[in-house]
Each structure stands twice: as C-alpha cells, then as structure tokens.
C-alpha cells in the first residue's frame, strides 16, 4: 500500500472539511442516515476529505468519532493539511485545543474550546500516519486540495505510513533551496523592517519578497504540500487567510485537469450563498470566478469542492450572526452527485461534465 489508496466500490458519502464542528459533524451524518458507528443501513460508505481539527470548538470529539470509523473500516479518509501540522508538531493558529503554545493565542478568536487530553494524543496521531494522500478509483479521484498527476506520481512510491517522514524529507529539501537562496537571512530582515505580527489581520503588511519565496519553495519542492495545500503563486497584494497575511495566493489547478476521473476535493471555503463574502480571503474570486454555489468547475466541470466553509462558524459566533445561515457542512453522495448539509437542506449539483472553454 502506498499514499495513494483505492477507493472502495459501491454507492460513497463524501464528507467536507470538519474543523472540530462536533455538532454539525452528527446532524449530517443523522442527515445521510448513518449511524455514530458508520453503518448505513443502505450499505453506502463514508468518504472524508480531511481537516478534521482546528478553529471549532469540539476538535477531539471529532476525532474520536471519526477515528473510531477509520478504525473499525466503516469510513475512509484522506489527510488534510491541519491533520499534516499535527503530524509534525507544527503549532498553528487554531490549533490551541493541542497545543499548548497556542492557548493563549486561540483564545481571543476561538474560545471556548474543547481540548484534548494528553494520553489520547499519541493513538490519534498513529491513526492519522497511517491515513493516505489520496484515494481513487476509475470513476472517482479523492484528495484534500489538488490533484495533479505529477506529485501524485511522485507519491505513489511512497509507502502507507510514511506521510510524517515524507513530508518532512521534502520540507528539508525545500529548506536547503531556501538556505541557497539565503531566504531565512531576508525574512529576518524583513520581519525587522515591519513592526506588527503577521498574524494580526488589523496590519496589512507591504509584499515581503523573501516571505513569498520561503511559501514558494515549499510549495513547488513538496510534492504532500502541493496536494494537501494547493498549487501556489507569488501574489504582490497580500492578503489575510487562514490566521495570518499571505504573500503567495492559491492556483486554480482544474483548469488544466483534463482527465476522465471526477475529482472531488475540499479545502477552498466555498460558499453556498454566492452574496456572502468569502471566509478564506480575496483569493476566492481567482479560484472560482463566476462558478455557481451548486456547479462543478474546472477545464472538464468535472471537479468539486465541497468544503462550503463550515470552518469559519468560529468568525460567525464571534461577530453575533447565525453560523448555519452563512457556514455550512456538505456531503456529496456520489454517484448521485446530490449534496447533503448539515441544516438537512439537499441540492443536486450543476453543470457536471460540461467542458468550457477558458479564456485568458
């Protein structure tokens, strides 16, 4: 078995991004009629697209829910980025409910939250390692953020389990093009230069070049990067998303997918009522233009993201507004390509297989 796995036959439930969203994570699952065990009573299966964990306030009951799935083979699941950051220890904004140098930060934003005890930590972790990058099978392609048959190639020869020290092979080797480039000496610079952290949304700081360069690198060089977190370019304008201004800006790679396969991803913040303004930053626009809430997109419309932006409920509750209105969890059942939300709302998707053609 490699990080590449096969999806299993048969008629699948594809779950978005959860972002320790406990209760909408139950309601939808009570929704497509599962059980807390995973059994359908129709024999379907679910299918997750990873980023179980951070920003909500239930991350390790989401965990526990869904790893006792993995465990048992009633689910399948594919890692996410923020399952990635936990694998390798690498603290991130939302991440307080495990770590405890993120605490204090989290509070102001994410608070309360619920967060996991010690002892429970190294079984999830063993769980998570052994999850793969992607899933497939003749009609169907699942990854966490881009499918792209270069670093997919490249991950085929890698070995199940090996998600950690892969990533951190790559990541070493993006930090040796870095340290040739004397990226690190030029962010110190600039970091010297701008007087406010990076992870304050109320400071736009001015294009860091040396700061895109570092996000470039690892982007370009790590081929788990890529398909956990997307495909990448310098953007001059910063912007702020996901806890912290961003000087590269995210690529939308179906528009050069020209295989059969449906490919279905998360990870992009979509939103279900096209008025509401984007939870993941200007960026959305360069993703998905006039793309309807419903519609597949890309080269062949034969791509969908179904993260419909349940991850920034937290930003909902903080500002006082109703988080089920404007954020929601979905499902697509497939080969229906009907999607199911966790407001028990159903809605048959749009525009699947109709090719476009894309103009510069």
């Known amino acids: 078995m490699s990080l590449v796995q096969p999806l299993p036959p048969g008629a699948l439930d594809i779950v978005g991004d959860i972002h320790g969203e406990y209760s909408a994570l139950v309601q939808l699952l009570a929704n497509l009629g599962y059980d807390l065990q995973g059994n359908h009573p129709d024999g379907r299966r679910l299918v997750f697209v990873g980023d179980f964990c951070?920003?909500?306030?239930?991350?390790?009951?989401?965990?526990?829910?869904?790893?006792?799935?993995?465990?048992?083979?009633?689910?399948?699941?594919?890692?996410?980025?923020?399952?990635?950051?936990?694998?390798?220890?690498?603290?991130?904004?939302?991440?307080?409910?495990?770590?405890d140098s993120r605490v204090d930060a989290d509070q102001p934003k994410y608070a309360p939250f619920a967060r996991m005890p010690a002892a429970q930590a190294p079984a999830m972790l063993r769980l998570l390692n052994q999850l793969p990058i992607a899933l497939e099978r003749d009609d169907l392609r699942i990854v966490h953020a881009a499918w792209r048959p270069e670093q997919i190639a490249m991950i085929r020869k890698l070995p199940s389990g090996s998600a950690r020290a892969s990533y951190d092979h790559f990541e070493a080797l993006a930090d040796a093009q870095s340290a040739a480039q004397r990226v690190a000496e030029r962010m110190r610079q600039e970091e010297l230069s701008w007087p406010h952290s990076l992870e304050d949304y109320r400071y736009e700081p001015p294009f860091l070049p040396a700061h895109s360069e570092n996000e470039l690198n690892k982007a370009m060089v790590n081929p788990l990067?890529?398909?956990?977190?997307?495909?990448?370019?310098?953007?001059?304008?910063?912007?702020?998303?996901?806890?912290?201004?961003?000087?590269?800006?995210?690529?939308?790679?179906?528009?050069?997918?020209?295989?059969?396969?449906?490919?279905?991803?998360?990870?992009?913040?979509r939103r279900m009522r096209a008025a509401d303004a984007p939870a993941h930053g200007a960026q959305f626009e360069n993703l998905f233009g006039g793309t309807s809430p419903l519609s597949w997109h890309g080269l062949r419309s034969n791509v969908f993201c179904v993260d419909y932006s349940v991850g920034a409920r937290w930003l909902d509750r903080l500002r006082g507004d109703d988080p089920i209105q404007r954020s929601k969890l979905a499902a697509m059942r497939w080969p229906e390509r009907v999607l199911v939300f966790d407001d028990g709302m159903q809605a048959a998707t749009e525009n699947f297989g109709v090719e476009v053609v894309l103009r510069d």
């Open 54 to 99: 951070d920003r909500g306030p239930d991350s390790p009951s989401v965990l526990a829910l869904v790893g006792a799935m993995l465990a048992s083979g009633k689910a399948h699941a594919v890692l996410g980025n923020h399952e990635i950051n936990l694998l390798r220890e690498d603290a991130k904004d939302g991440s307080g409910w495990f770590f």
């Open 225 to 269: 990067k890529v398909l956990t977190a997307g495909v990448e370019r310098e953007c001059r304008n910063p912007f702020y998303a996901g806890g912290k201004w961003r000087f590269v800006e995210r690529v939308a790679w179906w528009n050069e997918y020209n295989e059969t396969p449906a490919v279905i991803v998360g990870h992009y913040w």
